[in-house]
């Protein structure tokens, strides 16, 4: 990791001037509310926890600016001026590079008038992702919604409507997406959508990485594989309705995806004449780990190579809830012109449809004022490289610290979240997935330490409903994501001896079973459970 000197950690970049207590709890306390809740560590009370590393999603401490720009948030039905800082955030982020016009500045300050809005806010604007002024209007490419997974089912829902009317067969063929990796979320609705996933990340996700590389190689294990994608379009000509890159790659424990490999998948989707998105909810913490490993981009700026990552899609979904440090909302937008756009001319306006019918108004979809405007703000924040330097430190100290201790963990360590190898965890205990014991561990944190972590494995993933093949593809993780801004070396290091002591006491962890609800989909945010005491070795 970039440093002068060796031996001395990244710089800090920021510092606390406000902070939130927490509330002491006993380990008696939280079983008991454990018990209350079902077993279900997403229905446990966050605020009676002492480090939450449930997501990264919403959770970040925004900035002072972010703060100040919230409080000019406008809460008008239409055109409110969040909304058009937010555009314009978009194409100074998005597409600018280091050319940015940043015109929330002057809507913060309150100096936005009416030679103002004619020469910056209403100004046309087209070919992009965020078409402006009347073109927007004649030709709608951009949809606020209040998260990620909104943005996800709005598209994914309209696409499949517009696929099928469309269609000349009686029954057509099953859509099909490739990815690199889908987010729960996405997967499930785009399955309930009626779209077929076919998921081809790059082998060697797995793979032992040398220690002392870390923070000095990265592999960039989120890749898409390259063969298959090829292999699979070259089979199936008009089956495949888009190509979607996850960055960084969330089911890929975090991992970053290269240029190089955007670049490759995009012109084999081009080939094919197929349009390819983003989905970009951590596209700058991807940007930073092109700079500071991929050949070629150690002097560019984060502004430039995220305005070329994304000079090779023609659309991206974005949960604001991830990179763009907001606590709310989520962004659809596609290419003004581009294949998708081609492909589907009447989709912006079914869209724009939907998103009435279900959200709001179009310039704010369900999302307040005062949260665009933070948002807004919020993109600027963390396309510094400052920021990114020390966040993405912070994550790798973490993993780190663990390895120091004897902890496995995924190598090297993603962006925003550090993942315990639970095979190696439970090496000597003879856990089968179906046992759940990596959530048992997960209870336990919860239990003795306050420490609320994710089970990525056998349980989220659904193992006892996979076919075979499928079941190999799910690790056996436990996901520690980091919020942004909000940790000190404090809380690492809390949890650090604490996930310690429970690996000490591993044969002791118990296994878990699910009492009601198991059919659910995405059950693991709903369901009830109840740990199940193992029988300690002989
Ligand atoms: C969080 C996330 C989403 C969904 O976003 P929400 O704002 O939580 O709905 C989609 N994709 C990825 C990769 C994510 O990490």
Redesign the pocket.
Known sequence: MASSTPNVPVPPSHKSVVVRSLTSTTPEERERILKDVEYNIFAFPAGLLTCDYL????TSAMTDVQWAALMRGDESYGRNYGYYCLLDAFRDVFERGDNQKRVFREVVVGTADISFYRKKLLVPYQNGFVNGGLHQLERPNVFIV???????SLLFSTLVDVIMKEAQQESPPTPVILSN??????AANAAEAGFELQTFTQPGLGDLFPQDLIGKKNYFKGNIDLVETERYLSEHPGCVTMVLI??????AAAQPVSMANIRSVALLAKQAGVPIFF?A??FAENAYFISEYEEGYSKRTIPEIVQEMFSYVDGF?I????DGLAN???VLCFRDKGLFAEKYPDIGFRLKERQILTYGNDSYGGVSGRDLMAAAAGLYEVIKKPYLRSRIAQVQLFAEKLLANGIAVLSPPGG?AVYLDMDMFFYDCDRKPDDFASVGFTLELIKDYGIRAFESGSFAWEWDKKSLIERQKIPNLVRFAVPRHVLSSEHIDYTVAAIKALYNRRHMIPNVQITRGEDIRLRHFQCGMKPVACKPES
């Open positions: 997501s990264d999603s919403g209040p998260q990620g997974r909104c943005a996800e990796g889908f987010f729960d979320t996405t996850t960055i960084t790659n969330n089911w989905d909810c951590r979904t949960s604001l809830k991830k709310m909302g989520g925003h």
